[in-house]
């Protein structure tokens, strides 16, 4: 009996030297778990990192890289259209302040105080030129072959004043000018002690003295070699007619004006 209870006494010391080893066994052989926290896993989370930086500064950069693209072609675009646009070249025109006429000239006085003065026996085309920088293109420009014997060129300049050219060796002269009162805008030309067309006898202070010689365009009167044709020899008759130099009015002295009763 002693004997079977010292050999129960052994196998369970057995027993449990046997569960202790095992313990310790399986301590000692289990693997470590790495943690998520330690240098390896940093250093590849930081490569990460680094690499998804780097996808977004080129995305960005793409993005500006487009917009700067973008700006240049619109710069080009600009200069392109502004490179097609032709400038329109622009046609010397000024206003004029009075105009003067003499005997043997006219006067243009601009509004900055310019004068420039067109004579008789002057190139033709720097008078029309000078004349065209101050009133502007001409309304009408005709040759007319029989001008009181005389082949003439007659331009005008908006119904304003009316300026007569002659042939001399080939050249052309500015050789006469003319106002009528049908222009009307042609009173801005007048001669320095006011003869214009419509202004009267009485305003110009002519006295029944100075006699008006009869004619068949009108009642003349004669001053500092320009001609004024009034339309009766009365205190209130009005200038109709105001020239100097050449001129085509077909003008009989002595005879009775056309249209005048008797």
Partial sequence: MKNFTLLGIIVLASIMSGC?????????????????????????????????SNEDQMATDGANG????????QTTERKNVKSEKTETPKVASQTYKAGVLTGSSINLIATSGKQESLRFGQSGDAVISKMTQYLGLSSSN???NDCNGKSVRIISWDEHITLLFTQNAG???????????????ANKFKTTSGLTVGVTRASINLSNAESLQKTSLGYLYEAESVNAIFSADEDDAAITYLFAGVNCYDIEKGKKPEGEKN
């Fill in 171 to 185: 050249t052309m002269q500015f050789a006469g000018w003319s106002l009528q009162s049908r222009d009307e805008n």
């Fill in 20 to 52: 202790k080893d095992g313990q310790d066994d399986s301590n000692v052989n289990e693997p470590e778990t790495p943690s998520v926290f330690e240098n390896s896993d940093n250093s590849s989370l930081d490569t990460m990192e680094i690499k998804n």
């Fill in 142 to 144: 005709e040759v007319k």
């Fill in 66 to 73: 487009n917009n700067k693209n973008i700006e240049a072609n």
